[in-house]
């Protein structure tokens, strides 16, 4: 069985380790100042280690705010991922929301505050190298 790190034990810089998540769901960020130029792929993703009510990836994965609070509650397990505009051929046709992935190779930077999706004070970047 394969050793996975917990989002929650992520600190910033490069991680060599491999977290296990659960793509909740995935969407092109666009610059709306520039003419909906696309910016990133964003995302939000669980630690797969936690046990959510099956409920919560029905009807095309559109949880409830009352999902969300517990969630949020849960420190550090949901966190946000993003792939830059330039790295997007990469990888846009492997996401599928609901699907586990070990994730290698990655930054951790620390959130934004301005465009903070998740209680989770880092979030991930998908580089050339993850896997």
């Known amino acids: 069985m394969a ?10 810089g490069r991680c060599s380790n491999t977290a296990e ?16 130029e696309l910016m990133s792929l964003d995302m939000l993703l669980l630690d797969e280690q936690v046990t959510l009510p099956l409920s919560i990836f029905s009807d095309r994965l ?3 705010a ?9 420190q550090s397990t949901l966190i946000q991922g993003t792939v830059n505009a330039a790295r997007l ?7 599928v929301e609901g699907s586990v992935y070990s994730l ?8 934004d505050n ?5 209680d989770a004070p880092v979030s991930i970047r998908f580089t050339d190298g993850t896997v």
């Open 3 to 12: 050793s996975y790190t917990p989002l929650a034990n992520l600190r910033t």
């Open 21 to 36: 998540v659960r793509l909740l769901r995935f969407w092109e960020a666009q610059n709306i100042r520039k003419g909906g």
């Open 62 to 64: 559109r949880f409830s």
């Open 66 to 74: 009352c999902h969300l609070i517990i969630l949020s509650l849960k």
């Open 89 to 95: 051929d990469t990888y846009r046709e492997l996401f």
């Open 104 to 111: 290698s190779g990655f930054d951790v930077t620390r959130s």
């Open 114 to 118: 301005k465009f903070r999706l998740s």
